[in-house]
C-alpha cells in the first residue's frame, strides 16, 4: 500500500470520528467546544409543474446553528448597601376604559372556508385577527346585514400569514366573506352577531 493510499485512509478515518460525534451533539443537542447548537425550522413553498400543470408544495426547512457559549463570567459583586429610601409612591391606578372592554374574534381561513372563535361579540370595539392557514392568499369583509354601509375589512393575509384590524362594531347580524376573486363562490363566508354590550 503506498503512502498517498495510506494517507487517504487516515485522512477518512478522521472525517467519519468528527461527523460521528457532531452528530451526536446535533442529535443530543449537546455542546462543543464553544458552541451551542440551535435548531431553526421554516415553511417553505414551492411551485413546481408536473404533468403539465402547476402544483404548490409545501414543505419544512431545518438548519442548525452554532452560537457562542457565553464567557464564564465570576460570581457578581453585590453593589454597597445604600441608605434606606422614603417608601416610594405607587404608580397611579390606570383609569378604566369608558367604552368598556375590548373584545376578540379570532378567524381562521382556509381553503374554502372560515372558521370564527366565537359565533357571537358584544357590540362596540373589537379586534379581529384573521389567520391564514390555506394555501392561497384571503381577506375578511364584515357587512351588517340590512344596511347600506361599507363593509368593514382585515388586510389580506398571505399562507402562514396573520393580519388584524380594530373595528366597531354595531348590534346587529354581519356576514363575513373573502372579496377575492370566487372565494366567497366556493364557500368563504360565515355569520357573526353581534349583540348589545
Known sequence: MTRAATATICLGLIGVVAMASGSIAYATGATSEGCIWHRHSKHVVKHLKRHG????????????????QPAVSPLPIAP????????????????????????????KADEWSYTLSRPEVDSGEVIVELNNQGEDNHNLKLQREASGEPPLAVPEAAPDEHTTARVTLPPGTYRLYCSLFEHDEKGMHATLVVGGS
Do not use: F, M, Y
Open 53 to 68: 400543470r402547476v402544483q404548490r408544495i409545501r414543505r419544512v426547512k431545518h438548519w442548525w446553528t452554532c452560537d457562542d
Open 80 to 107: 454597597p448597601s445604600l441608605p434606606p429610601s422614603p417608601a416610594a409612591e405607587t404608580p397611579p391606578a390606570e383609569e378604566p376604559n369608558p367604552e368598556g372592554p375590548v373584545s376578540h374574534l379570532g378567524v
